[in-house]
């Protein structure tokens, strides 16, 4: 039986860990509340664009855009999305593991022939794929001290100018995308060149568009601005999903610390009566030997 100031310490130890893990919880439960909104706002003007970008761009000929080309891939860039922090459970293994599968299964020979290269946004990705010779391009670990939509399209703008210079064959982002915050789902989706947009008969047949200018010049503008707005999406997502993570994460911690310390409040009280019962004995046994005297 483990003495008793040893299980004091260890009550004390669990109790204040109880504390900052339920603190941690609140903390993103706050945080989940903002990125949430964000990503909720966000999404039906994606979702629009993407449906305005089909109807339009369905009766163009291929090639209408330089991003929408299909040339032989040479080289692969992968956008590997987590976050700069941890204690948020497998969220940031997760999507680690996703781009390393998507490198085993598809990309292995790109790798190895020093054609596959990264961009991690969040320092786990980044302090992974450093560690381990990737060819990792810059470091966007500030982007999370603001996120807004100007500083992902400052990434973007560079992806998809490399990608018309020739740097770049295909690039593909992995993310965890948001759904509550109990549930993320692990995505992996083209960004470049974009795929091609599908159209139900739907959709087709309840289209009037009245186009000024051309149809050729307003797909041409809207192709970029679609590419950005995918890959805020995917960011935002993340950023949600990462907050949802951690406070189910917490929760799942204080939970456990509040079974602990019912464990160790058990075991201290029986470690105090065993305590209590052999000093009893002893004081029973020394006034049996002092009356037998």
Do not use: C, W
Request: aromatic content about 6%.
């Amino acid at each position: 039986m483990a003495n008793l100031k040893e299980v004091r310490i260890r009550i004390a130890s669990v109790s204040s860990t109880q504390q900052i893990t339920k603190a941690m919880k609140m903390v993103s439960a706050a945080k989940l509340k903002r990125a949430t909104n964000a990503i909720i706002q966000l999404r039906p003007y994606a979702n629009k664009l993407k449906e305005i970008l089909a109807n339009l761009s369905a009766s163009l000929e291929d090639g209408v855009s330089v991003y929408t080309q299909e040339r032989e891939v040479k080289n692969v860039l992968l956008i590997v999305v987590t976050s700069n922090r941890g204690l948020a459970g497998a969220f940031n293994t997760n999507a680690i593991k996703t781009a390393n599968n998507l490198i085993a299964e598809k990309y292995d020979s790109y790798h190895k022939s020093g054609n596959l290269h990264i961009i991690a946004i969040g320092k786990k990705a980044q302090d992974y794929y450093e560690k381990r010779n990737y060819n990792v391009i810059g470091n966007n670990n500030e982007l999370y001290s603001n996120l807004n939509f100007e500083n992902v399209s400052a990434i973007t703008e560079s992806v998809m100018d490399a990608f018309v210079k020739g740097q770049y064959d295909k690039v593909e982002v992995v993310y965890n995308q948001f759904k509550n915050a109990a549930m993320q789902i692990l995505t992996v989706e083209q960004l470049l060149p974009v795929p091609k947009a599908e159209r139900s008969e739907k959709q087709v047949s309840n289209t009037d568009y009245i186009l000024e200018p051309s149809k050729e010049e307003i797909v041409e503008q809207l192709i970029p601005k679609n590419i950005k707005i995918q890959l805020y999406k995917a960011v935002l997502d993340s950023h949600a999903s990462e907050h949802g993570a951690r406070m189910t994460a917490m929760d799942k911690a204080t939970d456990n610390a509040g079974d602990l310390l019912k464990k160790l409040k058990l075991a201290y009280n029986q470690a105090r009566q065993a305590a209590i019962t052999t000093e009893l004995s002893e004081i029973v046994s020394g006034a049996a030997a002092l009356s037998n005297g």
